[in-house]
């Protein structure tokens, strides 16, 4: 019988604001950061996770982590419930207290969570999507917290829709092996870089096969203008460019602003503003319905800050959003995301994961990997966001062929950071920041 004997927890910074990879408009100097940790076992293998934050306040999620040790140390990973496992850290009444299913208790949540779900698959030899992808319907309908979404979403009901996805399940899984999952890129357009370096990446995007990119806006509406004349010009008409303006305005400023940048034809305007505006979100889809200049919609896209499955049902019932972005290391870990998966399948809106940062590329492709096999079926309009950053930290980083990730062969998350990685980069003692 195996058991988790510890919790080792990390403080790992990357001084990204250096070179202002990252920059937008809410978030000008990030240092890309992991609050990490291991859940050691005595027979080994290890389980690795992580929640992301941008510098500051990553010590206080590696403290909820350490709060949430007891809840894991003496636990088998080998005949745990994934489900049970997930609630458990979800419902505790005294912790809940701090912030029910949301902030950094719920942060640090996921990233237990998902270390959990590292180890289970390692010890079952598979990636995390292959392990997902082969569940019953009903282990799958057993992952998720149903709380507060039987209004929208019954286990009944999803179960009918994995049941149906059940007979196409081994030609897409041969399908996303043979082509991988498509990608757009975020890297030329952070916003602390020059038209110069804009053009070029984004240039560079395109010979390198893909077919969206991603600039961030909202600190300036001039500047915004120029850098998305630029951006087309560089990529020409085919390509689709995204906007995402990090939450930075009011419901009036977003659609101002976008019917502006409205002739350079962008695909969608993501975070237009504060993500628990349920309304202003639904406000902003409205008013931007006819603002292409074919006449056709400007999309709306959030999710990288939405705090639970709450508010992404509640975003998907007032038809608030075109594309629902999950973020691996936001909600409750792989579970809170396999119920976001089915709401967004349940109301027929495409999923493109919000990556980048930290590892989050790394695991955000599971879960659309798994979503494509089990979930949608679908690939349409759908894509990861990938940004070249910090991947040789990784032992099993993503692979990129002709702007597709290609589908993890290595048995769990994706997660584990090399162990020169947790002593170079340690805060604030590692030789990276002495």
């Keep these: 019988m195996a058991r988790i004997t510890a919790v080792d927890t990390y403080d790992v910074r990357f001084p990204t604001s250096r070179e202002l990879d990252g920059s937008d408009a809410m978030n000008p100097d990030p240092d890309y950061s992991a609050a990490y940790l291991v859940l050691r076992t005595d027979d080994g293998p290890d389980g690795h996770g992580f929640t992301f934050t941008i510098g500051r306040g990553n010590d206080i999620c590696r403290v909820a982590i350490d709060a949430l040790a007891s809840f894991v140390v003496g636990l088998d990973p080998d005949t745990v419930d994934l489900g049970d496992f997930a609630r458990s850290l979800t419902h505790d009444s005294q912790?809940?207290?701090?912030?029910?299913?949301?902030?950094?208790?719920?942060?640090?949540?996921?990233?237990?969570?998902?270390?959990?779900?590292?180890?289970?698959?390692?010890?079952?030899?598979?990636?995390?999507?292959?392990?997902?992808?082969?569940?019953?319907p009903e282990r799958i309908v057993d992952l998720v917290d149903w709380r507060y979404?039987?209004?929208?979403?019954?286990?009944?009901?999803?179960?009918?829709?994995?049941?149906a996805a059940e007979p196409g399940r081994a030609d897409r899984t041969a399908e996303l092996v043979a082509r991988g999952y498509p990608a757009y890129t975020t890297t030329p357009g952070w916003l602390g870089y020059d038209d110069e370096k804009l053009v070029r990446l984004a240039e560079q995007a395109v010979a390198d096969g893909f077919t969206q990119i991603k600039l961030k806006v909202g600190a300036d509406r001039a500047d915004d203008v120029r850098r998305l004349r630029l951006a087309r010009a560089a990529v020409g008409p085919d390509v689709r460019i995204a906007v995402d303006a990090n939450q930075r305005w009011d419901v009036p400023d977003a659609v101002a602003w976008m019917t502006e940048l409205?002739?350079?034809?962008?695909?969608?305007?993501?975070?237009?503003?504060?993500?628990?505006?349920?309304?202003?979100?639904?406000?902003?889809?409205?008013?931007?319905?006819?603002?292409?200049?074919?006449?056709?919609?400007?999309?709306?896209?959030?999710?990288?800050?939405?705090?639970?499955?709450v508010v992404f049902k509640q975003l998907l019932q007032a038809g608030a959003v075109d594309v629902v972005q999950i973020d691996a290391?936001?909600?409750?870990?792989?579970?809170?995301?396999?119920a976001i998966l089915l709401l967004a399948a349940r109301y027929g809106?495409?999923?493109?994961?919000?990556?980048?940062?930290?590892?989050?590329?790394?695991?955000?492709?599971?879960?659309?990997?798994?979503?494509?096999v089990a979930v949608s079926g679908s690939i349409r309009d759908r894509s990861i966001e990938y940004v070249d950053h910090l991947h040789e930290h990784f032992r099993t980083p993503v692979v990129l062929r002709d702007a597709h990730y290609r589908a993890p062969e290595a048995p769990g998350f994706s997660a584990e950071m090399h162990p020169d990685t947790l002593t170079r980069y340690s805060y604030p003692d590692g030789p990276a920041w002495a």
């Design 149 to 163: 979404l039987t209004d929208a979403l019954t286990p009944a009901e999803a179960l009918r829709m994995l049941r």
């Design 349 to 372: 809106i495409p999923v493109c994961p919000h990556a980048g940062g930290v590892g989050l590329c790394e695991l955000v492709q599971h879960l659309s990997m798994f979503d494509f």
């Design 329 to 338: 290391a936001r909600v409750g870990g792989v579970n809170e995301n396999v």
């Design 95 to 136: 912790l809940r207290w701090l912030g029910p299913e949301k902030g950094v208790v719920h942060l640090a949540a996921g990233a237990v969570i998902n270390a959990m779900w590292d180890l289970v698959a390692k010890r079952a030899g598979k990636p995390v999507w292959r392990y997902l992808a082969e569940l019953t």
């Design 262 to 309: 409205a002739p350079y034809d962008p695909w969608w305007i993501e975070e237009p503003t504060c993500p628990d505006d349920v309304l202003g979100h639904a406000a902003i889809r409205a008013a931007l319905a006819t603002a292409a200049p074919s006449g056709g919609r400007i999309r709306v896209a959030t999710g990288e800050h939405v705090q639970n499955r």
